[in-house]
């Protein structure tokens, strides 16, 4: 759940096998990790991107000699 204060996540444990004693919640910031998720992906993109520019290029390595000595 993502809301002004962070990101957080939670559990219920709804009390024990004798029947409902009382109901526990559970929450904890999880912002850390979400960042770092997001910014992983973003490195993830990058490497896609950069692995098809690499793929083309080897694949008519004629052209980059071409480009680069005319």
């Known amino acids: 759940m993502e809301g002004p204060g962070g990101n957080l996540e939670g559990t219920l444990d709804p009390g024990g096998n004798d029947g409902p004693t009382g109901t526990v919640a559970m929450l ?5 990790r979400v960042e770092r998720r997001r910014e ?9 991107r ?21």
Do not use: W
């Not at 992983?40 to 896609?48: D, K, P």
């Not at 950069?50 to 005319?70: C, K, T, W, Y």
């Open 40 to 48: 992983f992906e973003a490195t993830v993109e990058r490497l896609n």
């Open 50 to 70: 950069f692995a098809g520019i690499v793929s083309r290029d080897l694949q008519n390595p004629p052209s980059i000699a071409m480009e680069s000595h005319p």
């Open 28 to 32: 904890r910031d999880v912002s850390d």
